[in-house]
C-alpha cells in the first residue's frame, strides 16, 4: 500500500460520515474529494453499521485485488487467490452484529497475512517490510476505530449470548438474525477442543475464620426439592425472606438455584452473611444479606433471661433455640423487612433470585446450628457460653448466700435439755498413795528400747500423781533443755554403760547439746536437782554476808586461803571448789590440778567446810 492510498480504517470513517450526513441532511467533512468511496453505494437511509461493513468489505476487496500479483506466487495447490465478493446486508440487522463481523473480518485477515509466510518454501524470501508494517498498520487503525465506535466483545464470544433478564418473562426472539460473515478463501486455524473458562472452585476465605467470622462449605444440588427448614427458627428465617418479597416467580428460581447448589460457600459475620452464587453468566454474583446487630442493652436482657432458666443453656447446648428465650422481648428473630440483601446483578428485584439462594442456604446452617443467629446478631458462640457459664456460677453463689445452710433434721442438744434437771456430781475419789508401776513392755525388732519406754511410763505416771494430789505440775515450767537433764538423771544406774550412751546421744542430739555435756548436766542435777543445774551453768555475784563469812571459817578449819571470784571459792591447788548457790548452799566441785574441769561432787551444805568435808579427797584437808 503506497502513501497516496487510504487505510481500510480511513475508508470507514470517511463511509461512516457519509452515513451520518444523509441521515441529518448536512454535508459530512472529506467528502468532496472521495469520488471512488465505499459510501457511494449505501443508501442514504442505511444504518452507521451497514455503511461501516460495505465500506470495510469493499476496502478489503481492493486490496486484494492489488496484492493478487504476488500471492499468486505464493499461493499453495491447495490455497485459491478468489477474492470473497461482499455479501449483502439485511436491512434489519443491528449495528452492533455489523461491528462484529467488520472486526472479525479484520482479524482473520490479519491472521491470513501472519500465516502466510509459512505456506510458503522451507526457505522463502522475506516480504518487503514496508508492505508489512502497512498491512499491520491498516489492521490496527481498524481495530481502535472500532473499539472506540462501539463496545465490542472478544471474537470468542457468541453474539447469541443472552443477557440476564430483568424479569421472570423471557426475552422473544430477533425478528432478523444477523447475517453469517461471508466464507473466506483462507483456511484459519480452529482449535479441536477449546478449553473452557476456568473459575475457582470456591471464592471463600475460610483460613480467615476466626470467633465472629465463620465459612461454611457449599450445599450439595439436591436431587428433588426439599423443606429448607425443619426447625421453627428456620422457618421463622424463610418465612421473613417470603414475607417481604414482592415477586414469588424470583423465590421460585432462588429455590432452584440452591437446590442445584449454585450458592457457594457462605461466610457469617455480625450482621452480614456473604456468598457468590452463580447465575446465568459465568461469573458468579457477590450476595449479601445484612440483618441489624443486638445492641448491649439487648444482649444484657437475652443473657439475663438465659441464666434464670437452666432449661435455655441446656437447649442450647444441644443446638436448639427455645421458644421462651426468643420470646423475652428481644428480636431475636428477622421478621418482615429485617433482612436487606445486596447483589450485584443488574436485577432491581428486592430480592432478586441469587439473594434469594442465599437466604434459603442461610435457613439450612440455622437448622443445624442456631448458634449462626447468634453470630448474626453480634456475639460468638465461644463468647456466648463463657459469659451464661460465668453468670450461671454467679448466680448460683448468690442463691446459696440467700437461702443460707439447710436446716439439719433432728433437735438441738441445747432445746433438748434446757428443761431437764441435771443431777449432782459424785464425789471424787480418794487419790492413790503412789503412782502404779506402768505394765512391762515387751521387745520387739526395730522397735522402741523398752526400758527407755518404761521410764517415760514412770515418769508420766509420777506427773499425773503430782497433779491430782498437789494441783501443780512440778516439772511443767522446764526449758526443753532441763527437761532433758532431768529425764537423763532419772535413769537408775550410774556410769556411762552402753544404754547411757546411747540415751545420752539421742536426747543430746534432740536439744542441740553434746553427750559430755549432757553427763555433767545430770551430775548437777543429781546433786541439787534444778538448783544444782543452775549453780553448774549461772555464776552471779551473791551479797555481802554469808559469802564473806565462809572464808574465816575455812582458816579456822586449818584450810589454806580459797581464791574469790563471783560466787566461787577455789583451793590453791585448783582441785577443789565451793560455789554458793542462790538458795544459800554450798555445792562442792573437783578437777585435776590446773584443768579447769570442774564436777560437781558430794551433797550441798549450809556449812561451806562440811560441804568440802564431803569431797573424798584427804589433800583437801
Known amino acids: 500500500m503506497s502513501a497516496g492510498e487510504r487505510t481500510p480504517a480511513e475508508e470507514a470513517r470517511e463511509a461512516l460520515r457519509a452515513a451520518r450526513a444523509g441521515a441529518s441532511g448536512e454535508p459530512a467533512e472529506g467528502d468532496a474529494g472521495s469520488a ?26 481492493a486490496r486484494r485485488q492489488g496484492e493478487a500479483a504476488s500471492e499468486e506466487a505464493d499461493a499453495g495447490p491447495d490455497e485459491p487467490a478468489a477474492p470473497a465478493a461482499p455479501q449483502p446486508t439485511p436491512a434489519g440487522a443491528r449495528p452492533g452484529d455489523a461491528a462484529r463481523e467488520a472486526l472479525r473480518a479484520a482479524r482473520r485477515e490479519a491472521d491470513r497475512g501472519e500465516r502466510r509466510p509459512r505456506k510458503t518454501t522451507p526457505h522463502p524470501a522475506p516480504a518487503p517490510a514496508e508492505g508489512r508494517s502497512a498491512h499491520a498498520q491498516a489492521a490496527r487503525d481498524m481495530r481502535n476505530f472500532l473499539s472506540t465506535a462501539f463496545r465490542m466483545p472478544d471474537l470468542a464470544d457468541d453474539p447469541e449470548a443472552e443477557a440476564p433478564p430483568r424479569t421472570e418473562t423471557p426475552e422473544p426472539p430477533a425478528e432478523h438474525a444477523p447475517m453469517p460473515p461471508a466464507p473466506s478463501t483462507t483456511p484459519t486455524r480452529t482449535p479441536d477442543h477449546p478449553a473452557p473458562p476456568h473459575h475457582p472452585s470456591s471464592m471463600a476465605t475460610p483460613h480467615r475464620d476466626s470467633e465472629l467470622r465463620r465459612t461454611f462449605p457449599p450445599f450439595a444440588p439436591r436431587p428433588e426439592p426439599q423443606d429448607f427448614a425443619t426447625t421453627w427458627w428456620g422457618q421463622a428465617w424463610v418465612d ?45 454474583y457477590r450476595v449479601q444479606l445484612r440483618l441489624r446487630r443486638l445492641s448491649d442493652e439487648d444482649w444484657e436482657r437475652l443473657l439475663e433471661a438465659a441464666v434464670d432458666s437452666p432449661a435455655d443453656i441446656a437447649a442450647l447446648l444441644d443446638k436448639e433455640l427455645p421458644h421462651t428465650l426468643a420470646d423475652r422481648g428481644v428480636p431475636l428473630l428477622p421478621g418482615p423487612g429485617d433482612l436487606i440483601p445486596q447483589c450485584s446483578c443488574p436485577d432491581s428485584g428486592r430480592p432478586c433470585k441469587h439473594a434469594a439462594a442465599l437466604c434459603y442456604q442461610t435457613a439450612r446452617l440455622l437448622d443445624a446450628d442456631p448458634f449462626v443467629l ?17 453468670r450461671s456460677a454467679a448466680s448460683a453463689a448468690r442463691a446459696a448466700r440467700e437461702r443460707g445452710p439447710a436446716a439439719l433434721p433432728g433437735v438441738r442438744a441445747s432445746e433438748a435439755l434446757a ?53 501443780r505440775d512440778p516439772v511443767g515450767g522446764l526449758t526443753l533443755w532441763q527437761d532433758a537433764v532431768r529425764l537423763a538423771a532419772a535413769r537408775p544406774g550410774s556410769g556411762l554403760t552402753a544404754a547411757t550412751r546411747s540415751l545420752y546421744a539421742t536426747l543430746a542430739a534432740a536439744v542441740d547439746r553434746t553427750p559430755a555435756e549432757l553427763a555433767r548436766a545430770v551430775a548437777a542435777w543429781r546433786q541439787g536437782g534444778l538448783a544444782g543445774l543452775t549453780v553448774l551453768e549461772e555464776p552471779w555475784d551473791p551479797p555481802a554476808g554469808r559469802f564473806d563469812r565462809a572464808r574465816p571459817l575455812l582458816l579456822a578449819a586449818d584450810l589454806p586461803a580459797f581464791r574469790p571470784w563471783r560466787n566461787h571459792l577455789t583451793h590453791p591447788a585448783g582441785h577443789a571448789q565451793l560455789r554458793l548457790g542462790q538458795d544459800g548452799l554450798w555445792y562442792a566441785y573437783e578437777s585435776e590440778p590446773g584443768q579447769e574441769d570442774w564436777w560437781p561432787r558430794g551433797a550441798p551444805d549450809l556449812d561451806p567446810v562440811s560441804a568440802l568435808t564431803t569431797l573424798d579427797i584427804p589433800d583437801a584437808l
Open 36 to 61: 471512488d468511496g465505499p459510501a457511494q453505494g449505501v443508501a442514504s437511509e442505511a444504518r452507521p453499521g451497514e455503511v461501516a461493513r460495505a465500506a470495510l468489505r469493499a476496502a478489503v476487496a
Open 240 to 284: 421473613a425472606l417470603e414475607h417481604t418479597a414482592l415477586d414469588v416467580n424470583r423465590l421460585a428460581r432462588g429455590r432452584g438455584y440452591a437446590d442445584a447448589g449454585n450458592v457457594d460457600a457462605i461466610t457469617v459475620t455480625p450482621g452480614l452473611v456473604l456468598a457468590y452464587v452463580r447465575g446465568s453468566r459465568p461469573r458468579p
Open 374 to 390: 447468634l453470630l448474626l446478631r453480634g456475639r460468638g458462640e465461644r463468647e456466648l457460653l463463657d459469659t451464661l457459664s460465668r
Open 419 to 471: 428443761g431437764r434437771p441435771l443431777p449432782p456430781l459424785p464425789a471424787p475419789l480418794p487419790a492413790p498413795a503412789h503412782p502404779e508401776a506402768p505394765p512391762a513392755y515387751p521387745a520387739a525388732p526395730g522397735g522402741p528400747d523398752p526400758f527407755a519406754l518404761d521410764q517415760l511410763a514412770t515418769d508420766a505416771a509420777a506427773r499425773a500423781h503430782a497433779l491430782l494430789t498437789t494441783g
